[in-house]
């Protein structure tokens, strides 16, 4: 598995959308060139942060727009972690992508990858005949700052 440069998905997502007669002005460039920078997922209030954080001129409303317009396009990729809120991150058209820690403490979400579990996913499918399209995976936790309980009955 090689790994993007992070521009290089924005610049194609954006190549892409022309290509299909969208303009790219205001919200929608913002929002593919915001989420290009990000190394894992963000909510549309954090991209909408994030973008007016940079001195962008956008409206909430407009970022949800961006945002449904470039899910249906597949551009990108709506990931939902258990906890009800939907974060965005760029879709890989050659099947690259990561997933995800969550920590049930913090909140933290964090990004991984790992060969032998795509394998052992492949394989499973396979086993399974079952033609497999994508997967989801989320480990729920605690990450390195967070300390878990003790076990119960115990102390
Ligand atoms: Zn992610
Ligand atoms: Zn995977």
């Known amino acids: ?3 993007h440069h992070a521009s290089d998905w924005s610049a194609q997502a954006l190549e892409s959308l022309q290509a299909q007669g969208l303009r790219n002005g205001g919200a929608r460039r913002a929002v593919v060139e915001h989420l ?10 954090e991209i909408f942060d994030g973008i007016r954080g940079q001195g962008g001129r956008v409206g909430i409303a407009s970022v949800y727009r961006a945002l449904d317009q470039l ?7 709506r990931v939902e972690l258990g906890d009800g809120v939907a974060r965005f ?6 099947g690259d992508h990561h997933h995800h820690l969550v920590c049930d403490d913090c909140g933290k979400v ?3 990858s790992d060969p032998g579990l795509e394998q052992a996913l492949e394989q499973t499918a396979s086993r399974l005949a079952y033609a497999m399209r994508g997967h989801e995976v ?8 967070c300390v878990p309980p003790p076990p119960a009955g115990s102390g």
């Open 1 to 3: 598995m090689h790994h």
């Open 36 to 45: 290009g920078e990000q190394p894992c997922c963000k909510s549309a209030q």
């Open 71 to 77: 899910v249906e396009l597949d551009l990108v990729q």
């Open 89 to 94: 991150e760029p879709s890989h058209a050659d």
């Open 110 to 112: 964090e990004p991984f």
């Open 138 to 145: 989320v480990l729920h936790g605690y990450c390195g700052d």
